[in-house]
């Protein structure tokens, strides 16, 4: 009985110190950070089949079979570099997948001659830049949210930055081009990564724990999760 009451009054204390600032300040960082994990999985997956095909007149067998490659890549590379968020913490990762992306993004608009060999670098090396971003993201976006409020909020700004600035990708960079603003399709994914690298830097991270020895402890369990807090130091 002593331990319920506990855990309750300690689960009120944690919720209550946050502020409305704080918590708009979380979910929207949440929803950028989500944004750039969107717009980039749709740039590699979704708009450069259609680049290939409708732009340089790729056949679409061709087209598939490269993003195919990609996809692939993406696919093997995820649980590596989900390790290596545990190992060397999310920010540090998320941050040198930022750099890695801009790199990619201006390789991709760069090209002048689509050959094969050119066009698979490209889609493996954005690859690997998404993975090291997204598997990342989720475990990041947990920490900004107590256990109370962890599932709807991390559901719906995943869902918001994903679906309005992923989903809606694919026909900006169609217009962009179409009308001739080549390089301003560029400046807007890097104004996207720029905007989810200062997020990252700015995040407080304060509701998920790692051991001293850097292996990471989820507490997904109501109050225990709370009481969790008093037991061990947090890094970030």
């Not at 750039?36 to 749709?42: D, K, N, Q």
């Amino acid at each position: 009985m002593v331990g319920e009451i506990h855990h309750s009054a300690l689960k009120q204390t944690t919720d209550l110190s946050l502020g409305t600032y704080e918590k708009s300040k979380s979910f929207l960082i949440a929803v950028f950070i989500s944004a750039f994990a969107g717009a980039i999985f749709y740039f590699v997956f979704v708009f450069m089949k259609i680049w290939l095909v409708g732009i340089h007149k790729w056949p679409i067998s061709s087209a598939a079979l490269v993003s195919s490659i990609g996809l692939l890549t993406y696919a093997i590379a995820s649980p590596f570099t989900g390790y290596l968020a545990i190992v060397y913490g999310e920010k540090r990762l998320m941050s040198t997948a930022v750099c890695l992306t801009f790199a990619s993004l201006i390789f991709v608009f760069s090209i002048q001659e689509f050959s094969y060999a050119i066009v698979i670098t490209a889609f493996i090396s954005l690859a690997v830049s998404a993975a090291l971003y997204q598997s990342s993201v989720n475990l990041f976006l947990a920490k900004l949210f107590p256990a109370s409020r962890r599932y709807r909020s991390v559901a719906l700004s995943y869902c918001l930055g994903v679906g309005i600035f992923g989903g809606t990708l694919p026909s900006l960079m169609l217009f962009l081009l179409g009308g001739g603003n080549f390089f301003i399709g560029l400046i807007y994914l890097i104004s996207l990564g720029a905007i989810s690298l200062y997020c990252v830097h700015i995040a407080n991270l304060r509701y998920l724990l790692h051991s001293p020895k850097g292996t990471a402890k989820n507490y997904f369990l109501g109050d225990r999760y709370e009481e969790a807090l008093l037991e061990e130091p947090q890094r970030t």
